[in-house]
């Protein structure tokens, strides 16, 4: 059976400030959710949130980039929009930057991910979700995934992974993209997505099969709004085994809590902490920037889940490492590289002071 799987996500108002959302919105969501599968444009969907993002995760057999899911994601995303705007929730209708809708939410505001796929015999797929951080992020963990044998063991132990990977990198400046080759071409891939505020990895194919195996959001929120309103908090999705790495090899990249762009502001660098569904409420600081994974096996396009992949305690030293390392970076205080370079914070409000004063400066 041909499905397709989209995730399409928002940051429609936040509760309180920017940590977590109001059960109102996610209600609101699963109410437009569960009439778009009534009336048979979904096959199967979960409503859930990262820190203050609403997350739709939605299964259907429409393709990808189809202007009913859209409009639907779209839809729910403004209905959303208005209970927050009542509620006077914090940043009612942040991510939502275009006026209307125009048929396809890309360049809009929301971040997306999708994939169509033969669904396999046992198809396990995990959702990756994001707040407090910058599309990008999943370049490091993406590049462990399916080009580290430190990371990924089946690269070499597992015939069908042993071909490797191909890498789709986009440079989302200037709007152009580019494959890269895993394993021979690492160095030049590397090259490009070490840099992952300019390049980004929308997504990566089985070089053995062709099949995808992973697909990321990689919408630039201050691109498309020609100014900072909130981050990107991207989402990414990955199928597991047989071809692909295995669950625990998709899930292992987020034992190292990586240093990411994001937290208070969308100014600082912090480290990336993986949390079960529950504890994802960034709060010191506006952070520390947080993932969480939704782990579900597809039957016939249902969503057989969500499993909380990492409400284990085998990610607790992470989490433990992720506050040391913020305790550390958030010492330095206004101070790089606990914030952001100068480049990179031309992307925030930093324009707004250089202006103000620009008559004070003398040359000397
Ligand atoms: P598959 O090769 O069937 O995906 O199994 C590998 C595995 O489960 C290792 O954890
Ligand atoms: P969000 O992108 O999650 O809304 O966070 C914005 C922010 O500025 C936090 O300090
Ligand atoms: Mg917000
Ligand atoms: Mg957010």
Redesign the pocket.
């Known amino acids: 059976m041909v499905i397709t799987l989209s995730v399409i996500k928002a ?1 429609v108002g ?1 509760y309180v ?2 940590a977590s959302m109001h059960p109102d919105l996610m209600d609101e969501g699963e109410r437009h959710c569960a009439s778009a599968k009534q009336e048979g444009l979904l096959i199967d969907y979960k409503v859930m949130r990262c ?3 609403l997350e739709l995760i939605m299964t259907h057999e429409q393709g990808v980039d189809n202007d009913h899911i859209h409009k639907m994601a779209w839809e729910t995303f403004e209905d959303c929009a208005d209970v927050a705007r009542k509620l006077k929730l914090y ?1 009612a209708g ?2 939502l930057i275009a006026d209307a809708f125009s048929g396809n939410v890309r360049g809009m505001g929301p971040g997306l991910a999708e994939m169509e796929i033969e669904e396999r015999p046992s198809e396990p797929v995990i959702v990756f979700m994001a ?2 951080t910058s599309a990008g992020a999943w370049n490091q963990p993406l590049y462990k995934m399916f080009s580290d044998p430190f990371n990924t063991s089946g690269l070499v132990i597992a015939p069908g992974m042993h071909e490797g990977f191909s890498f789709e990198v986009q440079d989302v400046v200037d709007h152009k993209k580019i494959t890269f080759n895993s394993p021979e071409e690492i160095y030049d891939l590397l090259m490009f997505i070490g840099a992952p505020s300019r390049y980004t990895v929308k997504a990566v194919y089985s070089r053995n099969t062709g099949q995808v195996a992973a697909v990321s959001s990689t919408e630039r ?1 201050s691109l498309i709004a020609g100014k ?6 991207p989402v990414c999705i990955v199928r597991c085994q047989g071809a692909f790495p295995a669950v625990g090899e998709v899930l292992e990249p987020f034992a190292m809590p990586q240093l990411v762009e ?6 600082h660098h912090g480290p990336l902490m993986p949390t079960c569904f529950a504890k994802c409420n ?1 709060s010191r600081f ?2 520390p920037p947080r993932v969480i994974a939704a782990g579900f096996q597809l039957a016939d396009g249902k969503l057989v889940g969500p499993l909380d992949m990492f409400d284990d305690p085998s990610f607790d030293m992470t989490r433990e490492w992720a506050n040391q390392i913020g305790e550390y970076l958030r010492r330095h205080g206004p101070f790089e590289p606990h914030r952001l370079s100068l480049h990179e914070l031309e992307y925030t409000t930093m324009p707004a002071i250089m202006a103000k004063l620009q008559e004070r400066w003398q040359s000397m």
């Open positions: 940051d936040g400030g920017h820190g203050d993002d940043g942040q991510d707040d407090k929120l900072y309103v909130g981050k990107d908090d994001g937290w208070m502001r969308g100014s960034p506006d952070g």
